[in-house]
């Protein structure tokens, strides 16, 4: 349904639709037994099945036939109070809860859809700043490799989320402008510091004096060379470091080690 066909409905039915909502939420109400009803009749009821079991057990000669009858009248009293207030008012609250469900989906029909907030030009350069800031602190500190990984994974977002906004940007308009020089700064350090992360990465990998299994370290490095060449699969650092974590991890490279900066250097084996 359109949206001015919706708002054409929701403008001429507004009262009526909300009014039948309300009266079908408060009118129909499934399984509702009278509580005076009920209770006087499971009474009477109790009663007639305590005279009878008394009957049956005087006239076998049972000493204790009133107590058991008794009893019985009890029991189906009971079984009638659980009757009521668990079986019957749960299947009351289920249909209640399909019922509302019902009426949500029909009115939602005829409402018109929300309105969707888009990109301004402030709040695409509010993103960009904040991602230089994080770049830059990346940048001092600059041996942890989880700081270059969550600027490129906010720059990864960032590009997603301008990719699902320029179908909606008007020809001429000056988010374009604003996009496009926010796509290029976004691109340009998604690449710098995923190409530093992967290098950090493989150094950890061949450093000896580091605790831990080699293995796994290994392995992470591996992992992330991968993810890297799979967004520059052309770029011939990341391809020479991908094949030197290898040969380490074999063990039959051991005088190649990585420094923190991801050069391959040779040393004593």
């Given at each position: 349904?359109?949206?001015k066909?919706?708002?054409?409905?929701?403008g001429?039915?507004?009262?009526h639709?909300?009014?039948?909502?309300r009266?079908?939420?408060?009118?129909?109400?499934?399984?509702?037994?009278p509580?005076g009803?009920?209770?006087?009749?499971?009474?009477?009821f109790?009663i007639v099945?305590?005279?009878?079991?008394?009957?049956?057990l005087f006239e076998?000669?049972?000493?204790?036939?009133a107590?058991?009858a008794?009893?019985s009248g009890?029991a189906?009293?009971v079984?009638?109070v659980l009757?009521r207030?668990?079986?019957?008012?749960?299947?009351?609250r289920?249909?209640l809860?399909?019922?509302r469900r019902l009426?949500s989906?029909v009115?939602?029909e005829?409402?018109?859809?929300p309105?969707v907030?888009k990109?301004?030009?402030?709040?695409n350069?509010?993103?960009?700043?904040?991602?230089?800031?994080?770049?830059e602190?990346?940048?001092v500190l600059?041996?942890l490799?989880d700081?270059?990984?969550?600027v490129?994974?906010?720059?990864?977002?960032?590009?997603d989320?301008?990719?699902?906004?320029?179908?909606r940007?008007a020809p001429g308009?000056p988010?374009?402008?604003?996009?496009?020089k926010?796509?290029v700064?976004?691109?340009r350090?998604?690449y710098e510091?995923?190409i530093?992360w992967?290098?950090?990465?493989?150094a950890?990998?061949?450093e000896?004096?580091?605790?831990?299994?080699p293995?796994?370290?290994?392995?992470?490095?591996?992992?992330?060379l991968?993810?890297a060449?799979?967004?520059?699969?052309?770029?011939r650092?990341?391809?020479?470091?991908?094949?030197?974590v290898?040969?380490?991890?074999?063990g039959?490279?051991l005088g190649k080690?990585i420094?923190v900066?991801?050069a391959i250097?040779?040393?004593e084996p």
């Open positions: 349904m359109s949206g066909r919706a708002n054409a409905l929701n001429r039915f507004p009262k639709a909300a009014a039948a909502g009266q079908a939420r408060t009118k129909r109400e499934p399984f509702r037994v509580a009803s009920f209770y006087a009749f499971s009474v009477l109790s099945v305590a005279l009878f079991v008394g009957m049956i076998t000669g049972e000493a204790s036939a107590n058991w008794l009893l009890g189906c009293f079984a009638a009757f207030e668990v079986l019957l008012r749960g299947r009351r289920q249909m809860a399909r019922e009426i989906n009115s939602g005829y409402e018109a859809p309105a907030n990109l301004t030009v402030e709040h350069s509010a993103l960009i700043r904040s991602i230089q800031q994080k770049s602190a990346a940048n600059g041996g490799a700081g270059h990984k969550e490129f994974i906010l720059c990864e977002e960032y590009l989320l301008i990719k699902s906004e320029l179908p940007v308009s988010r374009f402008a604003a996009f496009r926010g796509t700064v976004a691109n350090l998604h510091h995923m530093r992967a290098r950090l990465e493989a950890v990998a061949t000896r004096r580091i605790a831990g299994d293995g796994m370290r290994s392995a992470r490095a591996i992992e992330a991968e993810l060449l799979f967004h520059y699969p052309e770029e650092v990341l391809i020479e470091l991908r094949e030197a290898s040969v380490a991890g074999r039959d490279g080690v420094d900066e991801g250097i040779e040393s």
